[in-house]
C-alpha cells in the first residue's frame, strides 16, 4: 500500500510550518480572508502498485502581496526539502525530493490575493 502524499504534505507542512498558515488540498471561498494559505495537490505520478510512490505535487502559496506569497512559498520549499532530510514522518518515509518546478510568480483572478506556485517530484513508501 502507498503512501498518500497530500495528508503526508499537510501534516509536515502544518506542524513544520508557522501556525497561522492554513495548509490545505481546497481553495476555500474568502480566500483573501484565509491568507497566508498554502494549497497542497497531487498533480500526476506513478506507484509500483505495491509499496513505492513517486507523485508530482503543486505546493501552491496564496498571500495578500506578491512578495509575502513569495516568501511562503520559499518557506514551504525549504520545508518539503527538510521533510526530505527528516526521512520518516507519520507512517512515511520520503527517499527523495526533487524541485520540478521551483516557485514562481502565477497569476490569479482574485485581485486581493497573491499566488506562488512550486512543483516537487516526491518519492516515498511507508515506514
Known sequence: ??????????AWLTQDLNPQVEVTTETPPYL????PLLQVARIYGHDDGFRLDRPAVDVTAFA?????A????????DSVLRLW?????AGAVVTDVAISTAPRWLPYDNTA???YAATYQITTHPA
Open 32 to 35: 483573501e480572508e484565509r491568507v
Open 64 to 68: 495578500a502581496d506578491r512578495l509575502a
Open 113 to 115: 490575493v497573491r499566488r
Open 85 to 89: 532530510r527528516h526521512g520518516a514522518f
Open 1 to 10: 500500500m502507498s503512501v498518500l502524499v497530500e495528508p503526508l504534505l499537510i
Open 70 to 77: 513569495a516568501r511562503l512559498a520559499g518557506r514551504a520549499r
